[in-house]
């Protein structure tokens, strides 16, 4: 092969090609994501140092009055050793990691995805970048359905910078509600922050409360209208259902709106 082949491979023109297939598109944490990554060779051969997958998303971060995005890497993996590729060859590398706890559900258009690269010395690193969904865990969606059954309704999803309530990770995701009728005239708004763990969850619930009168006035003027929570919920509570569930965030909702 020529030497011009070998320059234009270094730049990633006629350089190896790399597409990642996975079995599904949707996902929750903790189960598996499973996957081949297609690798086809270039017009020259190539020496791959090693294949990797990352699992990636973004988050929203303020500084100096500026909110700004963030890409965040949740998790990466490594899914092959030193191999070459020959000219025009082309090789299948499985791959399987567990979805992370802390991946964030890709409700609000929230981005979830994979990125494969080769690491290729002295060329570009060809990658390949695919979009999954996330899905609510079993703990999750039952938490979700207790929420509805208070008729609270969705109304949006961000993943947010901070760093302490992040738990191994910079940002958290904040899910948000509208009240019901039952709560309209008392609740402004309702929040959670779920972090999941192997048997169970710690939930934050924060409670927007609306101002009444000259004490409601001055609570909201100080920002002190906002009370929240921390609930564990164990696996043998989430066992007992979503109507369980919402007595407890029910009753919860209640002291907080006294």
Same mark, same amino acid.
């Given at each position: 092969?020529?030497?011009?082949?070998?320059?234009?491979?270094?730049?990633?023109?006629?350089?190896?090609?790399?597409?990642?297939?996975?079995?599904?598109?949707?996902?929750?944490?903790?189960?598996?994501?499973?996957?081949?990554?297609?690798?086809?060779?270039?017009?020259?051969?190539?020496?791959?140092?090693?294949?990797?997958?990352?699992?990636?998303?973004?988050?929203?971060?303020?500084?100096?009055?500026?909110?700004?995005?963030?890409?965040?890497?949740?998790?990466?993996?490594?899914?092959?050793?030193?191999?070459?590729?020959?000219?025009?060859?082309?090789?299948e590398i499985?791959?399987?990691?567990?979805?992370?706890?802390?991946?964030?559900?890709?409700l609000s258009?929230?981005?979830?995805?994979?990125?494969?690269?080769?690491?290729?010395?002295?060329?570009?690193?060809?990658?390949?970048?695919?979009?999954?969904?996330?899905?609510?865990?079993?703990?999750?969606?039952?938490?979700?359905?207790?929420?509805?059954?208070?008729?609270?309704?969705?109304?949006?999803?961000?993943?947010?910078?901070?760093?302490?309530?992040?738990?191994?990770?910079?940002?958290?995701? /904040?899910?948000?509600?509208?009240?019901?009728? *039952?709560? =309209? @005239?008392?609740? %402004?708004?309702? +929040?959670? &922050?779920?972090? #999941?763990?192997?048997?169970?969850?710690?939930?934050?619930v924060e409670?927007?409360?609306?101002?009444?009168?000259?004490?409601?006035?001055?609570?909201?003027?100080?920002?002190?209208? /906002?009370?929240?929570?921390?609930?564990?919920? *164990?696996? =043998? @509570?989430?066992? %007992?259902?979503? +109507?369980? &569930?919402?007595? #407890?965030?029910?009753?919860?909702?209640?002291?907080?709106?006294?």
């Open positions: 092969m020529s030497f011009f082949n070998k320059i234009l491979a270094s730049v990633g023109i006629g350089s190896v090609q790399v597409d990642t297939r996975l079995e599904k598109s949707s996902y929750y944490p903790g189960e598996d994501v499973k996957g081949i990554i297609h690798i086809t060779g270039g017009n020259v051969e190539q020496s791959v140092d090693h294949i990797y997958v990352k699992l990636m998303t973004e988050y929203t971060k303020e500084s100096n009055d500026r909110k700004y995005t963030e890409s965040f890497t949740i998790a990466k993996v490594r899914a092959s050793d030193k191999l070459i590729v020959k000219q025009g060859e082309q090789l499985p791959f399987e990691f567990p979805l992370p706890l802390e991946t964030p559900l890709t258009r929230q981005p979830v995805w994979l990125r494969t690269g080769l690491d290729i010395e002295n060329a570009i690193d060809p990658k390949d970048r695919d979009f999954i969904e996330v899905i609510p865990h079993p703990y999750t969606a039952v938490v979700l359905d207790a929420v509805s059954e208070l008729g609270f309704r969705f109304k949006e999803a961000t993943c947010e910078y901070h760093s302490r309530l992040g738990r191994g990770i910079p940002f958290v995701q /904040e899910i948000e509600f509208y009240p019901g009728r *039952e709560f =309209a @005239d008392r609740v %402004k708004e309702l +929040e959670l &922050i779920m972090h #999941l763990e192997r048997d169970g969850m710690s939930l934050l409670v927007d409360r609306r101002g009444r009168g000259i004490s409601g006035w001055l609570e909201q003027s100080l920002d002190m209208n /906002e009370r929240h929570a921390w609930i564990t919920l *164990e696996h =043998a @509570d989430l066992q %007992k259902g979503s +109507e369980y &569930i919402a007595r #407890l965030l029910e009753e919860l909702i209640d002291t907080k709106t006294r």
